[in-house]
């Protein structure tokens, strides 16, 4: 399986403000998946980052609010723009296996106050 | 009605005993079928994957799949107090997209 490095592991913000996370894989691999985890709640995916072009988002989740960039095939970065208190949950960034698994890195705690 | 649905627990179960997860998915069209473990503050990590061709046993695990009535089971042998955390179903269909239950959190009892 593959090494998911992502930075900041936790970070405390202000409302209003943004906080873009980073994600390093120890391999080439084709698609990233950032997910969201709120508190108590499961995962719900944010969006597929593939390299060389524009995410695919799913319901409920924007450009606008959630830019991603994916500027290679090792890294990509999601940025949560404009915070609220909701926003507070942990950021996953996921990469997938040979057998159609998913491999998580070991996410970003975020909070906002 | 939600994609994969899961009990929320806590399953309380004695040290040594089996536990037992039940998940259920909507989509028939879904091929494969995962058991992540995730530990409080800790990240998912895979544990089990089956494909619609029958049960597999890992160790103190098995994953069970009817298709017939779209459920997948977890059963945890021998449970001990390092089993207690919460346990996530993913389902995935066509596509890449992995889908996750709510989780059943398990609570293995000394």
């Known amino acids: 399986s593959a090494v998911i490095s992502q930075k900041p592991s936790r970070d405390i913000c202000q409302r209003g403000t943004s906080l873009t996370i980073q994600c390093q894989v120890d391999?080439?691999?084709?698609?990233m998946f950032w997910y969201r985890q709120q508190p108590g709640q499961s995962l719900t995916l944010i969006a597929t980052?593939?390299?060389?072009?524009?995410?695919?988002?799913e319901s409920g989740f924007v450009i606008d609010k959630f830019p991603i960039s994916r500027p290679n095939l090792t890294f990509s970065t999601l940025t949560v723009s404009n915070m609220s208190p909701e926003d507070s949950s942990i950021y996953l960034c996921s990469v997938g296996g040979d057998t159609g698994e998913l491999f998580f890195g070991e996410g970003s705690r975020l909070t906002v106050l | 009605q939600k994609e994969v649905e899961q009990n929320s627990g806590p399953l309380s179960v004695p040290e040594g005993a089996i536990a037992s997860l039940n998940c259920t998915y909507s989509d028939r069209g879904s091929q494969s079928f995962f058991w992540y473990r995730q530990y409080s503050g800790k990240s998912p990590e895979l544990i089990m994957f089956?494909?619609?061709?029958g049960d597999k046993e890992d160790g103190r695990f098995t994953a069970q799949l009817n298709k017939a009535s779209q459920y997948v089971s977890l059963l945890i042998r021998d449970s001990q107090p390092s089993d207690s955390a919460t346990y996530l179903c993913a389902v995935k269909a066509a596509g890449n997209k992995l889908t996750f239950g709510g989780g059943t959190r398990v609570l293995v009892k000394p």
């Open positions: 980052a593939n390299q060389g072009s524009e995410a695919t988002y």
């Open positions: 391999s080439q691999v084709t698609m």
């Open positions: 089956i494909y619609p061709n």
